[in-house]
């Protein structure tokens, strides 16, 4: 099933999807393929982000002119497909994940789309890994979907990280609907998260009623 907001009728999101730009093959069939996945049992069929949001997030990054991205949080690799797509032929997207199954899809996706020397996976916690990046301004774009708790410590963690200007993309931040009535730990997490960062100082931001919510942050 091809994931689709829950803002949308199944209708609406036909349409979104039939008025914008469509996957090509290699999209397509990675898109399939994790579909297939969670068909069977395999992946959770709600890591997946809708196409829309991929195309959104690959016109995002060539717009802004990114040169150096970070994902925290990969799954089979479709967003950071999109992502690396929209980069300069030497621009650079660093992914952070910790399953090497999930990822290793993601690798023959982007080896088939002719990015994988675009793109650099980095294997285990990601909150580890983020921290022992250096602490100075690196990159343009970083794109969060990974532990809902952990969400205050990627955004905290990635603001010395940013250049100025740069942009962060955090992914699920209306969980469903349940920002109104929160019902788990990840509710309440993406709740207080997103009331802290209206009124941080240190970000622009919007929360954008795309998908399951997408919050973007810009570093003043």
Known sequence: MTPRSFLLTPELADYVRANSEQPDDVA?????????????????????????QGTFMQLLTRALGVRRAVEIGTFTGYSALCVARGLPADGSLLCLDASEGWTAVAQRYWARAGLADRVVLRLGDAHESLRALPTEPTFDLAFVDADKTGYADYVEQLHPRMTDGGVVLLDNTLRNGRV?????????????????????????????????????????
């Open 28 to 52: 397509a069939d990675l898109l399939a393929e994790t579909a297939a996945m969670a068909d069977r049992g395999e992946v959770p069929a709600t890591f997946q982000i809708a196409p829309e």
């Open 180 to 220: 109104l009535d929160p019902q788990t730990d990840d509710d309440r997490a993406l709740v207080e998260l997103n009331a802290a960062l209206a009124t941080d100082p240190r970000w622009e931001t919007v929360l954008l009623p795309l998908a399951d919510g997408l919050t973007m942050l810009r570093r003043r």
